[in-house]
């Protein structure tokens, strides 16, 4: 025992620095594993953080894709309802115009009119029907309600129309009851009032009468309505008469087109010209 104690006293330095060796070693190795520890959880925290950003990124991907193949879908549906909904209404339209009309409308073909310039003077409406559907020009154009106005241009799909409502239309009409004849035209201002020359003094026109095309017209078949007179003003041999006409031009949206009136011997005599019409 006293050789122990000895033998610790004598060499106790070394024994304490290999006790303080292996410690540290032990400090060391513990120290290690932590370090190994703490990487491979902040590897595995990594690798599961780019893994759920990649599925994030991946999803937003194949939602847009899907949102993308939805909206077309939707799209492609929402056309054909249009078209849908479009064709029954003009359907409706068309048996509208047909029932309403008093006319023999067996050979009338029906149009849209699809675009509009409206100024004071030179109003000018255009149709979706053409050439390839059989419209001519100088065919009249309709409602139910009365006259329109004249094919002027046709094209291979539309045509532009002049209308009542345009400096350069006039047309021959006849009044209802009093047989009263003369030239209509509108000459600018109020688009529902248009006027009607050359009625003699010695006419009995009378107010609310109402002015039909007449056998006169170069281009318009008999008994369409224009208007009806709502003023009456005597001059030195003419009446000044205002008609209210009967189409309402501001909610215009389905027309006939009459048949061509082919009357050549007249237009050759009278000296008719595409835009004006006068009496012989």
Same mark, same amino acid.
């Given at each position: 025992m006293q050789k122990f104690f000895t033998f610790f006293i004598r060499y106790n330095?070394? *024994?304490?620095?290999?006790?303080?060796?292996?410690?540290?070693?032990?400090?060391?190795?513990?120290q290690n594993d932590n370090i190994v520890t703490q990487l491979r959880t902040i590897g595995t925290e990594f690798s599961a953080g780019v893994n759920e950003k990649l599925l994030s990124y991946r999803y937003v991907l194949n939602l847009k894709e899907e949102n993308d193949r939805l909206i077309r879908i939707n799209t492609d549906l929402l056309a054909r309802? *249009? !078209?849908?909904? &479009?064709?029954?209404?003009?359907?409706?339209?068309?048996?509208?115009?047909?029932?309403? !009309?008093?006319? %023999?409308?067996? +050979? =009338? !073909?029906m149009a849209r009119v699809v675009s509009r310039k409206f100024s004071d003077r030179e109003n000018i409406l255009l149709i979706n029907k053409g050439r390839r559907d059989?419209?001519?020009k100088d065919m009249t154009v309709l409602t139910p309600e009365g006259l329109v106005g004249r094919v002027s241009t046709?094209?291979?799909?539309?045509? /532009?129309? &002049?209308?009542?409502? %345009? &400096?350069? =239309?006039?047309? !021959?009409?006849?009044?209802?009851?009093? %047989?009263?004849? +003369?030239?209509?035209?509108?000459?600018?201002? /109020?688009?529902?009032?248009?006027?009607?020359? %050359?009625?003699? $003094?010695?006419?009995?026109?009378?107010?609310?009468?109402?002015m039909i095309t007449s056998e006169f017209s170069t281009f318009a078949i008999r008994g369409i309505p224009v208007g009806r007179v709502v003023s009456?003003?005597?001059? /030195? *041999?003419?009446?000044?008469?205002?008609?209210?006409?009967?189409?309402?031009?501001?909610?215009? &949206?389905?027309?006939?087109?009459?048949?061509? /009136?082919?009357?050549?011997?007249? $237009?050759?005599?009278?000296g008719n010209n595409s835009s004006s019409e006068t009496f012989p």
């Open positions: 330095s070394y *024994l304490l620095l290999a006790l303080y060796c292996g410690i540290a070693s032990l400090f060391m190795k513990l309802v *249009l !078209s849908l909904e &479009t064709a029954v209404v003009d359907e409706q339209n068309r048996k509208k115009l047909l029932a309403n !009309s008093a006319l %023999n409308t067996s +050979g =009338f !073909s059989g419209i001519k046709v094209s291979e799909h539309f045509a /532009k129309v &002049t209308p009542v409502i %345009n &400096t350069d =239309f006039k047309v !021959s009409v006849i009044s209802d009851k009093s %047989n009263s004849m +003369g030239v209509l035209s509108w000459n600018g201002g /109020k688009e529902f009032i248009a006027q009607v020359d %050359n009625i003699p $003094i010695s006419s009995s026109l009378k107010l609310n009468e109402q009456i003003k005597p001059d /030195k *041999l003419f009446y000044t008469v205002e008609v209210r006409l009967a189409v309402d031009f501001s909610s215009l &949206t389905e027309v006939l087109i009459a048949p061509l /009136k082919i009357e050549p011997e007249k $237009i050759e005599l009278i």
